[in-house]
């Protein structure tokens, strides 16, 4: 059964930087896409970063390119999304989500995946 656990979200002042973690289990040594999405009040979620473990291969929304990371440590079996110079308009509720294909990752951040975790609230003050 495959399981994600998102955290370290949090309040923090604008301008400051986060790192989401996400615990992923359940997939047996093989390779993944992996992805974080968010949801901010009243919006629809939306993908904003998603990642390829097979190949490495990376997609950002254009929005967030610059100052949001995607990374996976494979050993550890965990997903990071670096978020920094934190702006109010990144208050959300951000999800991991991942599935078994090894295609564009830019496909899983459009049109979603199907193994999702818990969100973690990141809310950032003005």
């Known amino acids: 059964e495959v399981q994600l656990q998102a955290s370290g979200g949090g309040l923090v002042q604008a301008g400051g930087s986060l790192r989401l973690s996400c615990a992923v289990s359940?997939?047996?040594?093989?390779?993944?896409?992996i992805g974080w999405f968010r949801q901010a009040p009243g919006k629809e979620r939306v993908g904003v970063s998603c990642?390829?473990?097979?190949?490495?291969?990376?997609y950002y929304l254009e929005s967030v390119k610059v100052r949001f990371t995607i990374s996976s440590d494979k050993a550890k079996s965990t997903a990071y999304l670096q978020i920094d110079n934190l702006k109010p308009e990144d208050t959300a509720v951000y999800y991991c989500?991942?599935?078994?294909?090894?295609?564009?990752?830019?496909?899983?951040?459009?049109?979603?995946?199907?193994?999702w975790g818990k969100g973690t609230l990141v809310t950032v003050s003005s």
């Open positions: 989500a991942a599935d078994r294909h090894h295609g564009d990752p830019r496909t899983s951040c459009e049109h979603g995946m199907n193994y």
């Open positions: 359940g997939f047996s040594n093989v390779d993944y896409r």
């Open positions: 990642m390829s473990t097979w190949d490495g291969r990376t």
